[in-house]
Structure formats: structure tokens, C-alpha cells
């Protein structure tokens, strides 16, 4: 599994998600950038992370989770570039000097490297801020569908979702269980997963059943993924990662991998994605979500 | 007009909006609080910033415009909370060391000094996110007034708002001129009140010809509100203020007083403050409102 590939249909399917959401992302960067002045820079500096060759992952899944329940697409755009701006400015303020510290980034200089650090804070909060409005001014959705992807946004992000998934990994200064590294990678990672993956049903208008069972498929896929993290960050490539690797030893920082070891961490993963993989049997039209389960655990990037 | 002091009858409704504000946030902080675990610390750094003594200024404004156009308070409570804690939010991250660098807020050590730059700048992305939930969340109104709700919020205080007079404040390079600082200030200060009154009035239900009202008050309102704060940074009582005077000038901020002087910039304030005034002719029963904006002017705190 390990190096597992993408089918020819699969990895056309991805391509075409990626560019769905990078157009959608240039659309919102040109309407931006007409409607500032002086304050041009904060928009550079959104965008310069924005475009700097994240995976897309959740943006992907929350557009091919409102195919698979039968909505077009273009019902998602708003939702899956909202998450891509959640996700990114997690990742500007997470670099900061008071957090992680990292310079590095997806092979490029981070934020606060190439903007300073007070630019970097401010375009994480616009970012932040932004994705609710691109949610709010759809022009396709209802005001219930809004108020619910709204809803959902919040919670996953908030703190009871990726920031007290961080409050945890920073700050809490008591033992890391097995169980408490779990509930935190579920808050840190699994969250905005499950929140991509219920958005994507939601925007088609899909029942109750069906958004819980996204959510549960997300959960496992983000701890089997943050797991597939850990490892990498200890026997990764620093020039394939495009980051540097041993940054959690180096922090001190309490992973799966490290207090179970390698070898038990790919155990763990590699179960989690089984069981996500079960969880998509309820949907039609499955094979590039199963597909990408695989190659989301097998990825060497 | 210095010393001008409210009404007895004013003085009593501006307690009874902030005593009902403070009872809304009281609530929403124990709901936070049930349901966080091992990151609650976070809930309390949220709430030591939020219940730090502030005026909640934008919050009277939300639920008295709610009133004058004949809503129930109680529609327009999310929205007054939401924006007491987007200013806090901003207020949390503009005193970090990469910011302004202020070791003091409302008499108190700042968020920082109380709990760390980390958890500081997570605080305030949770206050930021949580703003948006609070709203989307609320139980009395309805799923286009949410959305409306929502839209206001998010591009008060984006790029276009208030943070983008921030980037202005601490990135821009260029010179400032007179109509430049207006614009600034027209961001960063009255984006947020102007969302205040408006959404106030979104909430009673109103005509758009009374938003754009209220909306034009609070524009001139934020105009002589920030000259004022100003000439209170140039001449206040540091511990009245209840923070460092003269950190404008120690940080070389370009202000409306500092550039024009002090005379012309009370002059300008109280010109502001008229034109602000007038804009309330067509509210009924808006004593209350005028009496508090000749007093934001006279004000000493």
C-alpha cells in the first residue's frame, strides 16, 4: 500500500476537483484584490499561502461528497474554498514564532517568513473571517443550506473542534495518554475533515443518514491521516515533505507515533482506514473516494 | 460638552443593555465551558479578555437600534454578542508583541501577559470564529436574517473593514494625508460600529432606508470616536484610561491629531459628532441615542 497510486479515472477525478476549487479561489482572490486599496498587501499575503500548493484535500472531499449525493458541484464551491481559508489560516498562524516556529512551509518560506509577522497574523484573521462571508454570499444556496454549512464551519473550527485540538497540543501540560492524543487529533484534524465531508452533503441537500456517515468516514480518514503525519515527520524527506522533518521531536510534542512507536502507528493508521473505508459503502458512486482513502494512507507527500 | 454626563433615564437604559449584553455573554461563556475538556483554558482566556470591563459600546448600539425600529431586545442579542467579541477578538491581537505590544488593557495586564502569546492568539481566533456561530446558532431568528446577519459581520471586519484599517495602521509605507487617516479610521474603527447599528436594525426586521441611516450615523460616530481616542492618547490620564497614554506617538502612528493638532482635531470630532447626531432625526424615540453620542464625545474614559 505504501505506494499505492491513484487510477488513471481516479487521478483525472482529483485533477479536476483541484482546478474546480483553484478557480473558484482565483475568482475570490480577483474580487478581493478590486475591492482593496492600501490595504492591498493583506490580500498578497492571503493569497501567497492560499496558492502555495496545499493538497486540497478538504475542498475535494466536500465537493465529491456533494456529487456522490447527487447535487452538482458548483453548489459546494463556497464550502470547499471556506474550508481551504480555515485550513490555511490554521496553517499561517500555527508557523508563527509563538506556536510552532516553523520558517518552512509546502517548500516556500512561511507566511510570516516572506510577510512579517504581524501581516501573517492579520491575513490568518482575514482568512478566517473571510471564509463565513464567501459562505454567506453564495448566490446559489438557500439561506437554511447557509445557516447550516455556517453552523457546521464554526463548531469544527471553534473550540470545541481544530482550535481546541490545538489549545491541547500547545498547552496542556498533564500525561498524553493514548486516548487523549486520540480526542486531540480528532479536534486537531478529524473536525475539519468531518466538517468538509458533511458540508459536501449538506450543499446537495442530502438527509441526516447520509451527513453522519461522512462525518464518521472523516473522522477515521483524519486520525489515520494525522498518524500518517507523525510517521512522516519522523522518517519523512524534507525535500519531498516540503517542510522540515523532526519539527515534533525538536518541539517536544506528544504524537502517536512517538509514544507507540513506527511500526505501531502504521498498525493504527492503517486500521483507522479501514474502517473509513467501510463507512462509504452507503454511497453510490464510491470508487474515487475509496480510491483516494487508500492513496491518502499509502502518500509519501 | 466635556464634562457631559447622561440623563438619569439614559444612564439607567445604557446599565440595562450592558447588564442584559453581560447576562448574554454570561450565558454563552457557561455553555462554552460545558462543553470543553482538557482545553478550557482557552475558554477562560476568552472570557478574561470579553469580561474585561469594556464599555460594550457596540452592543448598546446593536440592541438600542433594534428597539428604535421596534424589535425585541432579545432578537438582537447574538448580534451584540457577536460583535463585543469580534472587538475583543481585535483588541487580543492587537496588543501582541508583533503588534502593538501592549502590556496593559482596560487596567488590566493584557491577554498575553495573563496567559501567554500562544494561547493569546488562540483566544482570539476562537472569539473571531466562535462571533459566527453565536449568530448562526441563535434560536429566535430566522435563517435570511441570520445570513444577512452574517454577511454585515464578516465584511465589517474583514479586508474591506476592520482589519483591512489595521493592515493600513501598522503596513502601509506612504505618507498619510488627511483623507487617508478618514479612510483608516473609516475602517477600523467605524466598519465595526456601522455593522453595530446596522445589524441592529437587520435583527428588528427594518427597511433598508433605516439601515443605510443607522449605518451613516455610526460612520460619523467612528469618525469622532477615533479623533477622540486620539486626543485622549495625546492628553488622557493613564489611570483613568485604564491604559499607557502617548503608545501613538511611541509607535509611530500616524493619528488625525497628530497630524492636524489638537485643536483641530477636537474641532473635527465635534463636527463629526453633529452630523452623526442629525442622521438620528429619522429614529423615533431616540433620546437615548443622541444623548450618547453627544457623551462618547465629552466622554473622559
Not at 483553484?22 to 484584490?33: G, M, N, P, W
Not at 518560506?109 to 478566517?128: R, V
Not at 463565513?132 to 448566490?139: L, N, P, Q, R
Not at 503525519?229 to 522540515?244: N, Q
Request: net charge negative.
Amino acid at each position: 500500500m505504501k505506494n499505492m497510486v491513484l487510477s488513471e479515472s481516479s487521478g483525472k477525478r482529483l485533477s479536476e476537483l483541484v482546478s474546480l476549487t483553484d478557480a473558484h479561489l482565483e475568482e475570490l482572490h480577483k474580487r478581493a484584490l478590486n475591492g482593496t486599496g492600501k490595504q492591498s498587501v493583506i490580500t498578497d499575503a492571503m493569497w501567497y499561502s492560499l496558492s502555495a500548493g496545499g493538497k486540497r484535500l478538504r475542498p475535494v472531499l466536500t465537493l465529491e461528497f456533494c456529487h456522490v449525493c447527487g447535487g452538482d458541484e458548483r453548489k459546494a464551491l463556497s464550502a470547499a474554498c471556506a474550508l481551504e481559508m480555515i485550513h490555511t489560516f490554521s496553517l499561517i498562524h500555527d508557523d508563527l514564532p509563538c506556536m510552532d516556529n516553523d520558517d518552512m512551509r509546502r517548500g516556500k518560506p512561511s507566511c510570516h517568513k516572506a510577510f512579517g509577522e504581524s501581516m501573517a497574523l492579520l491575513a490568518g484573521d482575514a482568512l478566517l473571517n473571510m471564509a463565513f462571508g464567501v459562505i454567506a454570499d453564495d448566490e446559489y444556496l438557500s439561506a437554511d443550506t447557509k445557516t447550516a454549512l455556517i453552523r457546521e464551519l464554526s463548531s469544527s473550527s471553534g473550540i470545541l473542534g481544530m482550535i481546541g485540538g490545538q489549545v491541547i497540543d500547545t498547552e496542556y501540560k498533564g500525561e498524553f495518554d493514548d486516548a487523549l492524543i486520540l480526542d486531540m487529533y480528532s479536534m486537531k484534524t478529524s473536525a475539519l475533515l468531518r466538517a468538509a465531508c458533511r458540508m459536501g452533503c449538506i450543499s446537495a441537500g442530502a438527509d441526516e443518514d447520509r451527513i453522519s456517515a461522512a462525518g464518521e468516514f472523516a473522522e477515521k480518514l483524519g486520525l489515520a491521516f494525522q498518524i500518517t503525519d507523525d510517521i512522516l515527520d519522523m522518517t519523512g524527506d524534507e525535500r519531498i515533505l516540503g517542510k522540515p522533518v523532526g519539527s515534533d521531536a525538536q518541539n517536544g510534542k506528544n504524537t502517536y507515533a512517538s509514544v507507540n512507536g513506527i511500526e505501531a502507528a502504521r498498525k493504527k493508521a492503517s486500521e483507522l482506514t479501514d474502517e473509513a473505508y467501510a463507512r462509504l459503502d452507503g454511497f453510490k458512486d464510491n470508487g474515487f473516494l475509496r480510491e483516494l482513502t487508500l492513496y491518502l494512507l499509502g502518500r509519501d507527500r
